[in-house]
């Protein structure tokens, strides 16, 4: 089946890296998404990647524990690094290029990130992971996700999470929740549903980026979103 999409920005939760661990990162779960996103690459897709750092450090619940917010949100900004070179290690392994940009410059750890090098890299066919968050603090990751998606010029933002799209509540505490297939994002908006943060809402509703959220814990689905399957809910402006 003919691809969906051209170029991706695939946003990864870092609590989802954890699997079945309760801190840092799965092994088993890291090659699962390593398999997954080696799938795709494999179809020509451009993909860009931004990762969470919850499953190492939460600068917003670091702050209640006594760490200024700009350092809470610093030392979150490089457990998504980490992520990110595991990630990349992991999608090595398997034979895919992928290659870390940060937002902070620390050669040699990562290349320091600008559009221009990300979208060389992604024609070239290597898998951009983009690290750091925006580079500033009081921006969470899914803010930074939106801003790279736009940046790139990506087709679709995917975020993958471990529910299976968007509910009018949350389905693991109200077991009566409905699933969107298809909603805009001035309804997500006006019914607050927790989908990302308001500032990367606005942003991709503004810039037209569109939003696929989906299930990235269930082996197969990335292919799937990827070949237009109806899995997950679509959010548009």
């Known amino acids: 089946m003919e691809k969906k999409f051209k170029r991706i920005l695939l946003k990864l939760s870092g609590e989802s890296l954890m699997g079945g661990k309760s801190y840092g990162i799965d092994e088993v779960r890291l090659s699962e998404y390593a398999a997954q996103i080696k799938e795709v690459a494999a179809t020509g897709v451009q993909i860009g990647i931004v990762i969470g750092g919850g499953n190492i450090f939460r600068g917003l619940s670091g702050t209640s524990k006594g760490f200024d917010r700009v350092k809470g949100d610093q030392m979150g900004m490089l457990a998504t690094v980490i992520n990110s070179l595991a990630l990349s290690s992991a999608l090595n392994a398997t034979g ?39 580079g500033n603090p009081f921006f969470t990751t899914d803010t930074a996700a ?69 299930d990235m814990d269930t082996v197969g689905n990335l292919r799937k979103v990827m070949h237009g399957e109806k899995i997950g809910t679509f959010v548009h402006p």
């Open 96 to 134: 895919v290029k992928a290659t870390v940009l940060t937002s902070i410059r620390m050669e040699p750890i990562g290349e320091y990130y600008s559009k221009n090098r990300a979208v060389d890299l992604l024609r070239q066919g290597t898998v951009v992971m983009i690290a750091g968050g925006t």
């Open 146 to 214: 939106a801003l790279r998606g736009i940046e790139i010029e990506a087709d679709v933002m995917l975020k993958g999470t471990r529910v299976d799209g968007i509910y009018t509540a949350d389905p693991e505490k109200d077991p009566a929740a409905e699933k969107f297939d298809e909603i805009t994002f001035d309804e997500v908006y006006n019914r607050n549903l927790k989908v990302m943060d308001l500032t990367a809402t606005t942003m991709c509703k503004e810039n037209n980026l569109p939003l696929i959220v989906f």
